[in-house]
């Protein structure tokens, strides 16, 4: 197809500035809402000064942001500035709450299908994923919930990665030494088709091989 190329490019694109979109009117309005509350009221930055500082640090990110975007109003360049999405999440996260798991609302757009993360001992780890489906799965090794939100996210997805790649290999490793229905209720969704792929692949090339040292029948056999 002459196109596919720029049609899949414009599609990634597309996707992002309607991500981007989202995401920014629910920065705007949780905005408009603490400026109402720190801006032009001494009496509360006096009684909360630490929430008034770090107010005062998004606030200028959003006015260099909004600045920026007066300068050029054009959608694409907008929302597809480097870094646009993840800055405007953060910002989402920071002002609606300091409740850590508030971060779940955004984590379809975070993460492929991944609907929630787990949380345990009060918050204070994550230690697995949901899906959109319901499938779940533990981490190895938990993360911590500390710091900035970009930087234990950061670890939950390294560690994603970790745990994923962990099953996948327990997966196509347990494939011959179960049966089928007892191996796929033991083996995430994705990992069954993976590892039946994987040892279908195995199993034809071993005909052909078996074929090309003289055994005619391998093929007939193997069906």
């Not at 596919?4 to 981007?20: A, F, H, P, R, Y």
């Not at 697995?128 to 919930?145: D, L, P």
Request: proline fraction near 1%.
């Amino acid at each position: 197809v002459p196109f596919l190329d720029e049609v899949k490019s414009w599609e990634k694109k597309l996707s992002t500035i309607g991500e981007c979109c989202d995401i920014w009117l629910v920065t705007q309005r949780k905005w408009q809402y603490l400026e109402g509350i720190f801006v032009g009221s001494d009496d509360i930055r006096l009684q909360l000064p630490d929430a008034a500082k770090e107010f005062d640090k998004i606030d200028k990110t959003w006015m260099k942001i909004m600045a920026d975007t007066a300068k050029n109003t054009n959608a694409h360049d907008a929302c597809l500035a480097e870094g646009r999405v993840g800055v405007l999440t953060e910002m989402s996260v920071r002002l609606g709450t300091s409740d850590v798991t508030s971060i779940q609302e955004h984590m379809l757009k975070l993460f492929d299908n991944c609907a929630e993360l787990i949380f345990a001992r009060n918050n204070r780890i994550v230690k697995g994923m949901v899906s959109a489906e319901g499938e779940s799965f533990e981490f190895r090794t938990v993360v911590n919930v500390e710091g900035a939100v970009e930087t234990w996210m950061t670890a939950v997805s390294i560690e994603m990665k970790i745990t994923l790649r962990a099953i996948m290999k327990e997966s196509v490793f347990f494939y011959p030494k179960h049966q089928r229905l007892k191996w796929m209720d033991m083996s995430l969704g994705m990992c069954c088709q993976t590892g039946i792929k994987v040892w279908w692949t195995w199993e034809i090339e071993d005909v052909f091989n078996r074929v090309r040292l003289g055994d005619k029948n391998a093929m007939k056999a193997y069906g």
